[in-house]
């Protein structure tokens, strides 16, 4: 959550940089943990209070710890480069791991000094003073004052170091009240002539070991895991923070509700120091256009982002068969696998074997386009190939009949302007007598050789090339050559409302038309356009 600052402050100064921050809140930690721990060993060596000697302890750790901690902000912020690839963020944890050590050290020796006063009864001669009260005094004010702060910048730019930092002035303050009161109850028996009440300087003193025990075994867990790469919980300086398995079920379940996810293959989250990484894999229907994996992409990486926030997400897709797949989706499918267009699918159930509805015997057809110098042996293994691997996707397909089509690898000229225009002209007239056509327009007319024959194919065009320099009148086809392929399109403007089954109908009935007042016609294409839009 950003600081609130007032229109003033805001037009006068702009807000610190995220390093600058950090590293502000850092110092200011370190200035604070340097003055209260002298303060404190002083109280201690004059009072000879294992409770204040071992606060003094504690506060020199955190002097340790602030100090790392300083250290991890000035690098931890670096960009990442060629040699650290996901940053500098690991510092920070590496600082926090060498912290934990020093804690367990100091926490062992406060137990084995405090354990021997205990036992060996040796007796504290302790001069009434209120310095000490003061100094505890004024050490939970600083404390206070810096859990805040810490806190505060650690929300606001996710640092697991300042966090850190946060966490162990807030038990401070505990430890500071538990030796307040070790150190009145001994003053009370040394006044009251009880020695039993001197052994709540060394009781307390075990209070601040536990305590700083307990700090450093969260401190440890969490540097652990990030030295270690585990699953990250959320931020522990969030509102709600999660654990690591209430985070991994949301984001599971996050994943697998967007629309088209098949499943979760994969996922591994991660974090160095604010950061967070995540490496996802998804299962996708395998008949997806590249743009619509592309928006399910997006809406992962968001999904990922909203439970870490600013997270690097890596979303990987794995084209996966859905079980809403049709026959025909399967046959596409293996096309695609061998980067091969296949069109015009038609799928039948053989006669006779409609008894046996689990395993119907299927006949499909479908039309290939291959490259046009392709020759004949290397396109029949090639569908060879094609028709195997449909049979093994499909076991139920009984047989295939593929018709193999070239596909132009070059551009032909225009054979006769003037047929190009006659065709024009009848395609016009045909459309006329149909009343939902409103326009047509953009009439392209295509000749070529037949598929099956390039070599014609190239003569013709040989031919034509030739005679482009002499008057259309006198051009004229080789009597040798084979039959030419002609191919109409157009672009057809329709009502706006017109329903789909009848602008399928109307296209079906204009090709039909056409084909019978122009038979030298092979193909008529038509793209509809609404009307308030012609221009596409």
């Known amino acids: 959550m950003p600081i609130p600052v007032s229109p003033t402050q805001a037009a006068s100064s702009p807000a610190p940089a995220p390093h600058a921050a950090k590293r502000s809140a850092a110092f200011f930690s370190v200035a604070a943990a340097a003055v209260v721990a002298l303060l404190k060993l002083l109280t201690g060596l004059l009072t000879g209070s294992l409770g204040m000697l071992s606060e003094a302890a504690h506060s020199g750790i955190d002097l340790i710890a602030s100090i790392l901690t300083l250290f991890s902000v000035q690098f931890s912020d670096r ?9 500098h963020g690991k510092v920070e944890s590496l ?15 406060i137990v084995y000094e405090a354990i021997g006063r205990i036992v ?42 300042l966090a850190a930092d946060s966490l162990h002035f807030a038990t401070d303050m505990w430890a500071t009240l538990a030796v307040m009161l070790g150190l009145a109850a001994a003053y009370a028996g040394e006044r009251l002539r009880l020695p039993r009440l001197e052994l709540a300087d060394p009781i307390a003193a ?25 699953t990250p919980t959320t931020d522990p300086t969030s509102q709600q923070p999660q654990s690591k398995d209430q985070l991994r079920a949301d984001l599971l379940h996050d ?37 619509r994996s592309e928006q ?30 049709s026959v025909h989706d399967r046959i596409r499918a293996v096309a695609a696998r061998r980067n091969l267009a296949i069109h015009e699918i038609s799928v039948q159930q053989i006669a006779g074997q409609q008894h046996d509805r689990l395993h119907p015997q299927l006949h499909i057809e479908q039309h290939l386009e291959v490259d046009e110098t392709m020759p004949l042996l290397e396109a029949h293994d090639l569908v060879t190939a094609l028709e ?36 024009e002209l009848r395609l016009r007239s045909v459309a006329a007598a149909f009343p939902e056509v409103l326009d047509i327009h953009e009439v392209y007319v295509t000749r070529r050789g037949p598929s099956s024959v390039p070599a014609a194919a190239h003569a013709v065009s040989v031919n034509l090339a030739a005679a482009a320099s002499q008057p259309a009148a006198t051009i004229r086809q080789p009597a040798t050559s084979f039959p030419e392929h002609t191919q109409v ?31 030298e016609v092979d193909r008529l294409l038509i793209h509809p356009e609404p009307a308030t839009d012609n221009r596409r």
Request: charged content about 20%.
């Open 388 to 423: 195997a691997e449909m049979r093994r996707e499909v076991p139920s397909i009984a047989s295939i009949l593929t018709h193999i089509e070239s596909e132009p690898a070059t551009i032909e000229r225009p054979a006769s302007l003037a047929r190009d225009r006659d065709l």
């Open 79 to 87: 960009p990442a480069d060629d040699v650290h690839n996901y940053g």
């Open 255 to 291: 994943l697998t509700a967007i629309p088209g996810v098949l499943s979760v293959e994969r996922l591994r989250t991660r974090r160095s120091g604010s950061n967070f990484f995540a490496d996802v894999t998804l299962g996708l229907p395998r008949n997806l256009t590249f743009q």
């Open 206 to 230: 075990l209070v601040v070991a536990a305590v700083i025990l307990r700090v450093s075994w969260r401190l440890a867990r969490q540097t652990i895991d990030a030295l270690l790469d585990a």
């Open 120 to 161: 060996f009864h040796h007796h504290l001669a302790l001069a009434p003073s209120l310095w000490p009260f003061a100094v505890l005094l004024l050490s939970l004010v600083v404390d206070f004052s810096r859990s805040r702060t810490l806190g505060r910048i650690a929300r606001q730019h996710r640092s697991p170091a």
């Open 489 to 519: 399109s157009c672009h057809c403007t329709l009502p706006d409302a017109l329903p789909m089954s009848r602008v399928h109908a109307v296209m079906s009935s204009l090709e039909g038309a056409f084909k019978l007042v122009a038979p």
């Open 296 to 325: 399910i992409t997006l809406a992962a990486t968001e999904a990922v982002q909203r439970h870490l926030p600013a997270a690097d997400v890596v979303v990987h897709t794995v084209p996966t068969a859905s079980l809403a797949e």
């Open 95 to 109: 600082a926090a791991f060498v912290e934990t050590g020093i804690m367990l050290a100091s926490c062992a020796w």
